[in-house]
Nanobody, 120 residues
Framework: QVQLVESGGALVQPGESLRLSCAAS????????MNWYRQAPGKQRELVAV???????NYANSVKGRFTLSRDNAANTGYLQMNSLKPDDTAVYYCNADIILVTGELLDSWGQGTQVTVSS
């Protein structure tokens, strides 16, 4: 019914930037919230950032001031701009979205994840 696909993960050096994308496709009427989580090896998955349909954003304290969310509602795509990356940002980043299908059903959808590695 719905597919979320993340892209943009890579190996970068500390201080560099990356932009992750999350593209949703399928029988979508609208997307309420698009959320980014990350999971580092041996750690629990943590919420990094949230953007709602009206553009309101919230960020984890660990990324505030460095990460910026945006979204293109027409394209059902969200973006996570990550600046001043640190080794502690190394993780698999997952996109999660609250999607309203054309049937009226509300779906909690997850992408497959994209690896971000920050290392010198």
């Amino acid at each position: 019914q719905v597919q979320l696909v993340e892209s943009g993960g890579a190996l970068v050096q500390p201080g560099e930037s990356l932009r992750l994308s999350c593209a949703a496709s399928g029988n979508i009427l609208s997307i309420y919230a698009m959320n980014w989580y990350r999971q580092a090896p041996g750690k629990q998955r943590e919420l990094v950032a949230v953007i709602t349909s009206d553009g309101s954003t919230n960020y984890a304290n660990s990324v505030k001031g460095r990460f910026t969310l945006s979204r293109d509602n027409a394209a059902n795509t969200g973006y996570l701009q990550m600046n001043s990356l640190k080794p502690d940002d190394t993780a698999v980043y997952y996109c999660n979205a609250d999607i309203i299908l054309v049937t009226g059903e509300l779906l909690d959808s997850w992408g497959q994840g994209t690896q971000v590695t920050v290392s010198s």
